[in-house]
């Protein structure tokens, strides 16, 4: 890395990522999660500071459900020049039934289908500016019972923590005494880590101050709060707070409960990590989970699907045609191959079966013209022996008229007695 | 089990606070992410060979990046990177500095742009590629898309050349253009407004489309404007540091004067710095994702057949286009497939026609020798009969004169006896 002499200008790029972030405005949905009366809406007004649920705005506490609904709220808020969409995602209804099987269902389907409307956005060819409509955050209320989770908790957060940033709170904390806190905290973790369920974890920072202070909050979890929307005066101070006959349990006092942790963490310093561990782990498990799905068509092959997810779509398409195109080629040759020595084998037979019909033929000719010879052979035989026994008759035909000649001639010379 | 979305109003509702929340730390929360992430930054600086391309980027970034000044002779034009990984204060930049060889150096320059269009696609296709893939990492992927491409014009004082013109006009609708006169102390004051002004018309004129600093921000709004009345930047490059005052500062020296780079009387380089790199470096990276690259991504996805489904109704699902896609391309192959098939069975039929054709031919040939050799056979035979009529009359003649002769032998042959006797006595 080279450390540049000299004044270039790009260390102001902070500033320019600044400018450009407040102008665009900044987005966060929280949802919270929990049965009902566990302070969950007072919770909200507190860390907002506002009263989301008002006279005219109803929470949805005050409405009865017979059935687990998933509620949004969407809410604009301003602080320091910096503009903030609040989406806060209530869940009515949660665990209130006397079978609350399958009461996370709902709270899935939403968080999935967040994931989905974000997913189809960002596929579209003509994209425009993306909401980001995803849930950042969920926090899940405890009941403060002191003993330990209830099989509900147990289910709900093993079925969202690779969905969504699940931060475990224990509620209503005012009706635990700091040791009773103590060990509830330290079983409420027992279990988590048991069941294996990944709460979201603050992320280390470098900075050596800040991570003291952050391994210092990890031992304090998970937090336990209390929400008030009440404004109480305590020692000449107006604070947040419940006003009990024996004392005032306030809201932002770190000895009564982690409330301002909560905030510090969940607002002040790792909003935008919630937001990017969203973005980068559970929309892209999502997301993967999906394309796969369409892509690999169930492949039974690992090795196989293993590459198609390293590829894009498009790409795996590509390398489905080159390995199509490959096929092909090959049973062209192959086709070509067996066809060519079916050929051959057919015109090695045909010429074989030429070669014997010849064959045959010429033998037969051979035969004819032996016979032939044998013929003409006979017949000059014949011809000889015909001329030659003609010859001799002609020669005893000779004789016998000389004979006869004779005979006559003595006959006259009285040479007959 | 249902869900509702109940938008409490038409989309958000402002509501007040009661008191200091905090998230106005947003801004600074997400400048740490990206500080700690890291910037990354790629400019592409084009102009033909010789017009200090090299320089002005060492000058620009107060570091000497490494290469040997190109010869004229490249037979055609290349792109060569580097990456350098700088640090200002806290902040780190991973540059890419990408130049243009061999420019304008050819007798026929009509392909010059297109090494370079392709470049700029073959980095938009591997962001494209990284984005579609099924498991992929974006918040770790090297951007090696341009970002900013310098245009460097040749400082002749007259007009843009036609090459000039043919490249950014291939170039404006793909990478942001920052059009710059190069060696700049060549040109006098009064003819750089010439030709500045000439540059500009001519830019407009031809419709190319420079990168213009953005207005919409307040606080840079009114430096930004000024500036882009400024562009062309015309520029002057130097590593080299010259005394002036007590001060060493980067300048070329003449022998009628020094040029002092960071004079601003001097020539725009100062302009040139603030604008690219102080001010709106963010921009240009912004502007190059959202604007060259969507347009590119856009283009890809529909040659390849994808298109949004009805706005006004059903949203566009990703699964349903894949899987539409996905059949036409199988359907297709399969095809294919069946085409090749089917002329295979087609050639068989056909050759085996053929070979069937021969052997009857075959057949038939040796059919009419076989005729003819029964002919031959018949004639053969025939006149064996003949022959043997022949030699069975031959041998009655023969027996029956054969008897004949031996009757008159026996007859005859008395006679001659008593001749013979008679001769005796």
Known sequence: ?417 | MKYLHQLKGEGARAVPLAGHVGFDSMPDQLVNKSVNHGFCFNILCVGETGLGKSTLMDTLFNTKFEGEPTQHNQPGVQLKSNTYELQESNVRLKLTVVNTVGFGDQINKEDSYKSIVEFIDTQFEAYLQEELKIKRTLHSYHDTRIHACLYFIAPTGHSLKSLDLVTMKKLDSKVNIIPIIAKSDAISKSELTKFKIKITSELVSNGVQIYQFPTDDETVAEINSTMNGHLPFAVVGSTEEVKIGNKMVKARQYPWGTVQVENENHCDFVKLREMLIRVNMEDLREQTHTRHYELYRRCKLEEMGFKDTDPDCKPFSLQETYEAKRNEFMGDLQKKEEEMRQMFVQRVKEKEAELKEAEKELHEKFDRLKKLHQDEKKKLEDKKKSLDDELNGFKQKKTAAELLQSQAQQAGGSTTLKRDKERKN
Not at chain 1, 61 to 72: F, G, H, P
Not at chain 1, 351 to 365: F, G, N, P, T, W
């Open chain 1, 1 to 417: 890395i080279k450390n540049l002499e000299g004044y270039v200008g790009f260390a102001n790029l902070p500033n320019q990522v600044y400018r450009k972030s407040v102008k665009r405005g900044f987005e966060f949905t929280l949802m919270v999660v929990g049965e009902s009366g566990l302070g969950k809406s007072t919770l909200i007004n507190s860390l907002f500071l506002t009263d989301l649920y008002s006279k005219d705005y109803p929470g949805p506490s005050l409405r009865i459900k017979k059935t687990v609904q998933v509620e949004q709220s969407k809410v604009l808020v301003k602080e320091g020049g910096v503009q903030l969409t609040l989406t806060i995602v209530d869940t009515p209804g949660f665990g209130d039934a006397v079978d609350n099987s399958n009461c996370w269902q709902p709270v899935i389907n939403y968080i999935d289908s967040k994931c989905e409307d974000f997913l189809n956005a960002e596929s579209r060819v003509n994209r425009r500016l993306m909401p980001d409509n995803r849930v950042h955050c969920c926090l899940y209320f405890i009941a403060p019972s002191g003993h330990g989770l209830k099989p509900l908790d147990i289910e709900f957060m093993k079925r969202l923590h690779d969905k969504v940033n699940v931060i475990p709170l224990i509620a209503k904390a005012d009706t635990l005494t700091p040791e009773e806190c103590q060990l509830f905290k330290k079983q409420i973790m027992k279990e988590i880590q048991e069941h294996k369920i990944q709460i979201y974890e603050f992320p280390d920072i470098e900075d050596d101050e800040d991570s003291k202070l952050i391994r210092k909050i990890k031992e304090r979890m998970p937090l336990a709060v209390v929400g008030s929307n009440v404004v109480i005066e305590v020692n000449g101070k107006k604070v947040r707070g419940r006003q009990y006959p024996w004392g005032v349990a306030e809201v932002e006092n770190g000895e009564h409960c982690d409330f301002t942790v909560l905030r510090n963490m969940l607002i002040r310093t790792h909003m935008q990590d919630l937001k990017d561990v969203t973005n980068n782990v559970h929309y892209e498990n999502y997301r993967s989970r999906k394309l796969a799905a369409v892509t690999c068509n169930g492949g039974v092959d690992t090795s196989k699907t293993k590459n198609q997810m390293t590829r894009s779509p498009l790409a795996q398409m590509e390398e489905e045609r080159r390995e199509h195109v490959m096929k092909m080629k090959k049973m062209e040759t192959e086709m070509e191959q067996v066809f060519e020595m079916k050929v051959k084998e057919k015109k090695q037979k045909l010429k074989d079966s030429e070669a014997e019909l010849e064959r045959r033929h010429e033998q037969m000719k051979k035969n004819l013209e032996a016979q032939y010879k044998e013929l003409e052979e006979k017949k000059r035989h014949h011809e000889e022996e015909k001329s030659n026994w003609e010859a001799q008759q002609r020669i005893l035909e000779q004789q016998k008229l000389d004979a006869s000649k004779t005979m006559e001639k003595n006959k006259k010379k009285g040479k007959i007695f």
